[in-house]
């Protein structure tokens, strides 16, 4: 079994280092770690830049009408909270946990179990990775370890690509720049 999140996190990883297209990678990562856990979905939410506010950034078999919910709002999701404070969560029954933002549009979508892993940069959580059971489930302490791994490698990949974003932003101003001093 350990041979198989070994294969699965390399896989991930070959996802990551494929493109600099974070919307790309993110989609792969979440469809990913979804098959490798055998789970129904997966989801990565990035916080906004006021960090009160989870923002879908990647999903993977999730509806519409479930994505549409409503925000996902810090103070009100305990378990994000949870997250974003370094933890890996599991919630047995996401629907009758108190914990859980969203526990009837869980249960409309036939999520059941979740587990939860914060994206940290720099001892900094700028997100979570969380993957969703349409069944009741307890999760193996291999399948913490690999979620936690694969969350560290995301989180890298995120930030690599903001630090990309960046300096392209960067390169097209002075370009524009130095063009506009050639042009007087």
């Known amino acids: 079994m350990a041979q198989d999140y070994f294969r699965a996190l390399r896989d991930v990883a070959l996802v990551i280092n494929s493109s600099l297209e974070p919307r790309d990678v993110l ?6 770690t979804a098959a490798t856990m055998g789970c129904k979905a997966s989801t990565i939410r990035l916080l906004d830049s006021t960090g009160r506010f989870l923002l879908p950034s990647a999903a993977y078999g999730l509806s519409d009408s479930y994505l549409r919910k409503g925000p996902v709002e810090i103070k009100r999701s305990g378990m994000d909270g949870e997250v974003l404070a370094g933890k890996t969560i599991h919630l047995k029954d ?9 526990p009837a549009s869980a249960k409309a979508e036939g999520l059941v179990s979740v587990l939860s892993a914060p994206l940290m940069v720099d001892g900094k959580a700028i997100g979570l990775i969380r993957v969703y059971s349409a069944v009741e489930r307890e999760f193996t302490p291999d399948e913490e370890t690999f ?29 524009k720049h130095a063009y506009s001093v050639y042009e007087d």
Request: glycine residues 2%; proline residues 0%.
């Open 94 to 102: 996401a629907a009758a946990d108190g914990r859980f933002q969203y």
């Open 27 to 32: 989609h792969k990562i979440t469809e990913q």
């Open 147 to 175: 979620m936690e791994a694969v969350a560290a490698v995301s989180a890298l990949a995120i930030e690599n690509a903001r630090l990309h974003e960046a300096l392209r932003n960067n390169y097209e101003l002075m370009a």
